[in-house]
T-cell receptor, first 110, second 114 residues
Framework: RKEVEQDPGPFNVPEGATVAFNCTYS??????FFWYRQDCRKEPKLLMS???SGNEDGRFTAQLNRASQYISLLIRDSKLSDSATYLC???????????FGAGTRLFVKA | DGGITQSPKYLFRKEGQNVTLSCEQN?????MYWYRQDPGQGLRLIYY???????QKGDIAEGYSVSREKKESFPLTVTSAQKNPTAFYLC?????????????FGAGSRLTVL
């Protein structure tokens, strides 16, 4: 079993749609959680950190369920510019213990 | 603007050749990392360094070497011992050696072995 698992997609949605990505992690001692965005052939960039209480940044909402070892990202009112790969990232303590999921690809079409 | 500069952006290598990828940061970050990304896979850690003159192997260090002689610089050498070196290489840094800190990435170097 992979340490961080994501549905690879691709998710194909129309503009304005709401789309949700899920991620599960295997190590219950994991401490920090993030969503990164990666555009084609570019470097990953932080989208948002994920907190136990859940957090929202504009059209993006992230949730963490420690009991189920599950992280989610919800994108509302999708824009063409949201097309990218979304990486679920889990840190188990210490900079070198950062585990990346393989990513979920999103295509938003007009 | 502060950031991480990787060079070259694209590199072609013949089998049996060593190549060195440059990574320079002006963020005054303590820790630096090298990752490899292959299609359909998550980033995998090659080497990391918490402080100058110190570095540790990551999950896939075989066939790679690094140095950390300056805080700003963390070059990666891909040696001929690396069996499948064609990949996208990403250098990253964090302010302190901590999982709570966000990784800042360079733009990457794409290596192709001919």
């Amino acid at each position: 079993r992979k340490e961080v698992e994501q549905d690879p997609g691709p998710f194909n949605v129309p503009e304005g749609a709401t789309v949700a990505f899920n991620c599960t992690y295997s190590n219950s001692a994991s401490q920090s959680f993030f969503w990164y965005r990666q555009d084609c052939r570019k470097e990953p960039k932080l989208l948002m950190s994920v907190y136990s209480s859940g957090n929202e940044d504009g059209r993006f909402t992230a949730q963490l369920n420690r009991a189920s070892q599950y992280i989610s990202l919800l994108i509302r009112d999708s824009k063409l510019s949201d097309s990218a790969t979304y990486l679920c990232v889990v840190n188990q303590g210490g900079g070198f213990k950062t585990i990346f999921g393989a990513g979920t690809r999103l295509f938003v079409k007009a | 603007d502060g950031g991480i500069t990787q060079s070259p952006k694209y590199l072609f290598r013949k089998e049996g050749q060593n190549v060195t990828l440059s990574c320079e940061q002006n963020l005054n970050h303590d820790a630096m990392y090298w990752y490899r990304q292959d299609p359909g896979q998550g980033l995998r850690l090659i080497y990391y360094s918490q402080i100058v003159n110190d570095f540790q192997k990551g999950d896939i260090a075989e066939g790679y070497s690094v140095s950390r002689e300056k805080k700003e610089s963390f070059p990666l050498t891909v040696t001929s011992a690396q069996k499948n070196p064609t990949a996208f290489y990403l250098c990253a840094s964090t302010l302190v050696y901590s999982g709570a800190n966000v990784l800042t990435f360079g733009a990457g170097s794409r290596l192709t072995v001919l």
